[in-house]
Every structure is written in C-alpha cells, then in structure tokens.
C-alpha cells in the first residue's frame, strides 16, 4: 500500500513542479517542468553513499549535493537570470526532501 509520506513526497517532486513551471512562465511551462525536473540529478550523490537509500536518513546535509555549503550555492544561483530556474528547482527538491524528513 502507498503510504502518504510517498505521496507527499513524490507528489512534492514530480507535480509542484508543474506549478512552479506555470507560475514562473505560462507560455513555457512545459520546458521550464522539465528543467525543475531535470534538477532532480542532485539525487545521483546518494550512490556515494552506503547503503545507497536508508529511509531513516535525511538527505539534507548527509549528501555532498545535499550540504549546507552547497545550498549557499544555490542560493547564490537565484541572483543570475539564467541560472535562476534551476535555482528554484534545487532548492525546492531540498525543501521536499526537508519535507520528507520531518514526515518520518
């Protein structure tokens, strides 16, 4: 059975994304979605870790693309125009995973 932490979460990842795409620029919703999405490969830094998935552990500030230093950096990367969408995605994929964490 699908437990609502699942939801949240994958619902958090994959459909406020298409939210946030529309908010930011109706007329190009679709390829600023898959740009939100596409900031989903900061999950690739869990193969670093062992075991790979461990649903007791949060993700932010254990993972190298998940430390706080790392979020300054996406922080900063709202201030260009052109790095500001993916900005928006990054640090909206670590807010979910936040999400996640506190649903434990």
């Known amino acids: 059975m699908i437990s609502l932490k699942f939801l949240i979460h994958y619902g958090l990842h994959f459909l406020a994304p298409g939210i946030i795409a529309y ?12 740009i939100l999405i596409s900031t989903m490969l900061i999950d690739l830094d869990h193969l670093l870790a062992s075991p790979i998935f461990d649903s007791n552990r949060c993700s932010v500030g254990f993972h ?11 922080f900063i990367l709202l201030i260009p125009k052109k790095t500001r969408l993916i900005a928006i995605g990054l640090l909206f994929h670590l807010l979910t995973d936040l999400t996640d964490c506190s649903l434990k």
Do not use: A, G, M, Q
């Open 23 to 34: 908010l930011y620029n109706p007329k190009e919703w679709k390829k600023n979605w898959l």
């Open 64 to 74: 190298p693309l998940h430390s706080f230093p790392v979020i300054i950096l996406y």
